[in-house]
């Protein structure tokens, strides 16, 4: 079992920048593929980022290419999300989930365990 705890989350104008963290604790010496989802109200779950056990893969989806960049350090179990230049349609509850798999996916369904989300409101 892996627990997952996100943070970072809050309010922030147009244009603005947060940086969200995941620390993992439980089964960490597994190696999981890391994700960031997404789901603003009245829609479905969308992917956002993700990122191989090493760090050296990692894929994000159009909507966010060149804003979003996710990172990790494995030393510290954290996974981070750092936006930038952010935009109302950014709003949504913000998940981290673990993937017991070898490749980075995209499906919510493919992840093993997830966080509770933290909120992030973007005004404009």
């Known amino acids: 079992q892996v627990q997952l705890v996100e943070s970072g989350g809050g309010l922030v104008q147009a244009g603005g920048s947060l940086r969200l963290s995941c620390a993992a604790s439980?089964?960490?010496?597994?190696?999981?593929?890391m994700g960031w989802f997404r789901q603003a109200p009245g829609k479905e779950r969308e992917f956002v980022a993700a990122?191989?056990?090493?760090?050296?893969?990692?894929y994000v989806a159009d909507s966010v290419k060149g804003r979003f960049t996710i990172s990790r350090d494995n030393a510290k179990n954290t996974v981070y999300l750092q936006m930038i230049g952010l935009k109302p349609e950014d709003t949504a509850v913000y998940y981290c989930?673990?993937?017991?798999?070898?490749?980075?996916?995209?499906?919510?369904?493919?992840?093993?365990?997830w966080g509770q989300g933290t909120q992030v409101t973007v005004s404009s």
């Open positions: 989930a673990a993937d017991n798999g070898d490749l980075i996916r995209t499906m919510p369904t493919s992840y093993d365990y």
């Open positions: 439980g089964r960490t010496s597994s190696r999981y593929v």
């Open positions: 990122i191989s056990w090493s760090g050296g893969s990692t």
